[in-house]
């Protein structure tokens, strides 16, 4: 027996909706979604509200489509198939087991319903329910930052193909930089890029740094890329704005301590003659590592969570030409600067922004 009843889910918003209108366009055409698809949204805010929404789906896929034709029935962002507040009540779960009677029973022929989540138990009856007579896809974010970044590459990838744009190497390094590793920023952002390229289709470092916006992710990066690029005012700028924002101050000294990290590794680089940076056939950053010496063998291997020759060859270059306009005993300087004001930052009366503000002037004025 065909397939019926879909069940999708996962962290990944933009992959979860995605997969669900691709699964409509199978089953209905544009024609005869006008009148076959009907969409129940199952983003709620109370258990009421849920029992509701889960009658108005079972009463939707127990009813045929008009003057009986195929039907699909789009039960979208359900937020109540996990360990939340709404979730664990026993009506909810009841009126749950309610809908996977429904779809066990099969549906009536020429109907289909799909479910969409951001988040399922699999623990609970309902998701074992469906287990048995649904098409599940999952679209989980990875929990490692290697592997958000990754995917975010094959998304961004995908995505690229699918709209017409083209990038190389630097260009895509440099987008991932910015928007970040959420797929839905991602593609908003390609959008974005390729109303403003026109009749262009080779997206260029230039371009991206010209339009795309960085995401909530990037936005402490853009702070330390500014650092390291010793522009004081455009670092208050950032600062300023991160500071209305909320974010967490602590997680904006360590973006910086970070990137006063990375120079100094870059700085003893290049004074040492360990690495050379130049530029491909195509334009794109080109970096060689020398063979290091054994102590430098062991900081690489041991000390750092990511060796620092595994950087992406864009990056790489950023840091390198950040890195010549730092001597090494200012970087100094500001490594011992910033370690007295994260003391500070816990034992001083200060406010955090204008610690963080003095900060800045002291490294750079």
Known sequence: MATSAYLIYGGDEYRVSAKAKEIIEKL??????????????????????????IGKCIEAA????????KKVVWFRDVNFLSDTPSGKVDAVKARLEDLSAVIKAALPDGQSLIMSSPNVDKRYAFYKACKDVCEIHEFAMPEQSYAAERQARDMLGEILRQTGLTMNGDARE????????????????????????GKRHNAEVGDIEAVTSSSRESKAWDLSDAFGKRDLGRCLEILRRLTFQGEYPPLIFSAIEGRIRDLMIYRKALDAGWLTVGKGFKGETVVKWQELPPEAETMF??????????????????????AKSFTPAKLAQCQKAAVEAHEKLVSSSVPDDMLLELLLIQMLS
Not at 34 to 46: H, M, P, Q, S, Y
Not at 178 to 186: E, F, Q
């Open 28 to 53: 209905l055409t544009p024609e005869e979604q006008a009148f076959g698809l009907e969409t129940i949204d199952g983003a709620v805010d109370n258990s009421a509200a849920a029992i509701n929404a």
């Open 62 to 69: 127990s009813t045929r489509g008009l003057f009986g034709g």
């Open 174 to 197: 440099a987008f991932l930089e910015k928007v970040g590793t959420d797929t839905r920023h991602i593609a908003n952002e390609v959008d974005k890029l390729a109303v403003y390229m």
């Open 301 to 322: 291997t041991e000390y750092f969570e990511k060796d620092p020759r595994k950087t992406h060859p864009y990056r790489a270059g950023l840091l390198l030409a950040q």
